[in-house]
T-cell receptor, first 115, second 108 residues
Framework: SAVISQKPSRDICQRGTSLTIQCQVD?????MFWYRQQPGQSLTLIAT?????????ESGFVIDKFPISRPNLTFSTLTVSNLSPEDSSIYLC????????????FGPGTRLTVT | GIQVEQSPPDLILQEGANSTLRCNFS?????LQWFHQNPWGQLINLFY???GTKQNGRLSATTVATERYSLLYISSSQTTDSGVYFC??????????FGAGTTVTVRA
């Protein structure tokens, strides 16, 4: 399976600032996904990021708050803008791989605390 | 959207015990995965199992797609099995929908 890394692994940010999270994959993948996991909760899909096209956002998530870049087939960034304490969560990227399979693999996550 | 229900929400086991976790889903799916989230937040792939039965060591899983449920079996549990187990399904749009998870605590 693909090896996925995320940077930073954790951060503490002031409200009103922004944090950009990087996701790097060791192989080329078509589809990358960004998820949010609020404290004690399950994972919720933020958006799907495909190379060469705009990200597709899920209901409740908007581009102004969560801008995403996908410059190539191995890299993506998620920015969480205008931070508030409610943005304190783990943010995870995932990729889909496997010929004929739809299995998703996740990065180690970025733990964000907003003070 | 598709609904994913996991039960039980919490499970406390004595080391060496066996257990069954259940995942019900409300519509047909192309993909079903089981994950284990360890205390550091890392999601570990356990099974990719849209149908049928698979085994991996002390873990096994069965998905009955026609009846829209999946079961994860943990045998001879160990303290390292503690964590949250998630079931996630993908209907037909490449998007995984997660259940609320089952928190498993294995006591020595």
């Amino acid at each position: 399976s693909a090896v996925i890394s995320q940077k930073p692994s954790r951060d503490i940010c002031q409200r009103g600032t922004s944090l950009t999270i990087q996701c790097q994959v060791d192989s080329q993948v078509t589809m990358m996904f960004w998820y949010r996991q609020q404290p004690g909760q399950s994972l919720t899909l933020i958006a799907t990021a495909n190379q060469g096209s705009e990200a597709t956002y899920e209901s409740g998530f908007v581009i102004d708050k969560f801008p995403i870049s996908r410059p190539n087939l191995t890299f993506s960034t998620l920015t969480v803008s205008n931070l508030s304490p409610e943005d304190s969560s783990i943010y995870l990227c995932s990729v889909e791989e496997g010929t004929g399979r739809l299995e998703q693999y996740f990065g180690p996550g970025t733990r964000l605390t907003v003070t | 959207g598709i609904q994913v229900e996991q039960s039980p929400p919490d499970l406390i086991l004595q080391e060496g015990a066996n257990s069954t976790l259940r995942c019900n889903f409300s519509d047909s799916v192309n993909n079903l995965q089981w994950f284990h989230q360890n205390p550091w937040g890392q999601l570990i792939n356990l099974f990719y199992i849209p149908s049928g039965t698979k085994q991996n060591g002390r873990l096994s899983a069965t998905t009955v797609a026609t009846e829209r449920y999946s079961l994860l079996y943990i045998s001879s549990s160990q303290t390292t099995d503690s964590g949250v187990y998630f079931c996630a399904v993908e209907p037909n749009d490449y998007k995984l929908s997660f259940g609320a998870g089952t928190t498993v605590t294995v006591r020595a």
